[in-house]
């Protein structure tokens, strides 16, 4: 049985990114893209012999089923992820999908939702970038529908998300196991669920542990490179700086790594370091990452799959997706001191 072609594989041919390639294969409209741009990513998943769902410029004469798919935009690899899960779906079951980007603004989710319906489509995939409470407009009840990366304050409908308390614990147990004492954490933005929910995990793994969470050891951050630096510079700064760090994501891990090359702290001899999304770089940094995944694919595959059943799907309100830690050389278990 031959390899299934990805979208990763058509843009290392044409030469573009992924979300590229996947805006100009789902057709997804009003998003600026050069027509010769356009042709590369066509000519090659014509080379690689890539087999895409069915096309949407003849909606109104096909027999297949078809859904649609929300999301407030396309900007980062995280989204390409979720659309990539569900058109794998989609066409494994031979089902069509019409996607919206819709900004997160209601009245564009509702023309978007009306568009749909006149569309006949079966179900809606309502869809977040990042984790996040959401508040989808009313319209969006008349239909069923998955939420996927996302929920609601008031717990109604069925929602896909990670289980990012149980992502943080695995990732300071991992710490823990490996011999760390002193295991402090640099989050991202305060504000945001995942935050909130990797912080939970992280002070729930110390305390089983009967461990000590000193508040001086949790810095916060805003998921970037330069906030992972400056914090990780203060950790190492301090008289009991830590011999463990659990980053909230790759980009801050990056940052502490740079910080410890910076100032002469030996990973992971002096200290060990595990980041979170398992994004494309950590396994090129140096020392490699140690990184939780991000089952956003996975996610995205169980959002379509519920939505597939009908009714008899959507049982359930609320299902977490747990991602797996890829351990590497920065938590590697020798070297501990």
């Known amino acids: 049985m031959s390899k299934r072609v990805r979208m990763l594989d058509i843009a290392r041919t044409a030469g573009v990114s992924q979300t590229t390639v996947s805006l100009v294969l789902n057709r997804v409209p009003n ?3 050069a027509e010769d741009t356009r042709q590369r990513v066509f000519d090659a998943a014509r080379e690689l012999g890539y087999a895409p769902g069915p096309s949407l410029a003849e909606p109104t004469t096909s027999s297949l089923r078809r859904f649609g ?4 935009e396309i900007s980062a690899a ?37 568009t749909l319906r006149v569309l006949g489509v079966e179900g809606i995939i309502y869809a977040s970038t990042f984790t996040a409470i959401v508040e989808p407009t009313t319209a969006l009840s008349a ?16 929602a896909i998300v990670p289980a990012e308390r149980a992502g943080g614990f695995l990732a300071t147990r991992h ?21 909130r929910a990797r912080l939970h995990g992280y002070r729930h793994a110390l305390r089983r542990a009967g461990l000590s969470v000193p508040e001086h050891f949790v810095r916060t951050g805003d998921w970037s490179h330069h906030s992972g630096d400056d914090s990780a510079s203060q950790l190492f700064a301090l008289s ?26 030996a990973i992971p001899e002096d200290v060990a370091i595990v980041g979170y999304d398992d994004r494309e770089f950590a396994a090129d940094l140096e ?17 379509m799959t519920v939505l597939l059943k009908g009714k008899a799907g959507l049982d359930r309100p609320l299902r977490r997706v747990h991602g ?10 020798q070297g501990a001191r």
């Open 324 to 333: 797996r830690l890829i351990e590497r050389a920065s938590s590697s278990r």
């Open 175 to 195: 710490l823990i196991e490996r011999g760390c004492k002193r295991i402090a954490t640099i989050t991202g933005d305060p504000w945001q669920e995942a935050t």
């Open 31 to 33: 998003v600026r893209i």
């Open 287 to 303: 020392p490699s990452l140690t990184s939780v995944t991000l089952p956003h694919a996975e996610m995205a595959e169980r959002a």
């Open 143 to 158: 239909l069923p529908h998955v939420l996927l990366n996302c929920r609601r304050a008031d717990g109604v409908g069925t």
């Open 69 to 72: 798919v929300l999301i407030n």
């Open 240 to 265: 009991d700086s830590p011999d463990g760090i659990f980053c909230h994501n790759d980009k801050i891990a990056r940052g502490a790594i740079a910080a410890a090359r910076r100032l002469g702290v």
């Open 78 to 114: 995280y989204p390409i992820d979720l659309i990539e899960g569900l058109q794998t779906l989609a066409d494994d079951q031979g089902v069509q999908l019409i996607i919206q980007v819709t900004g997160g603004l209601a009245d564009r989710e509702a023309a978007a939702l009306e």
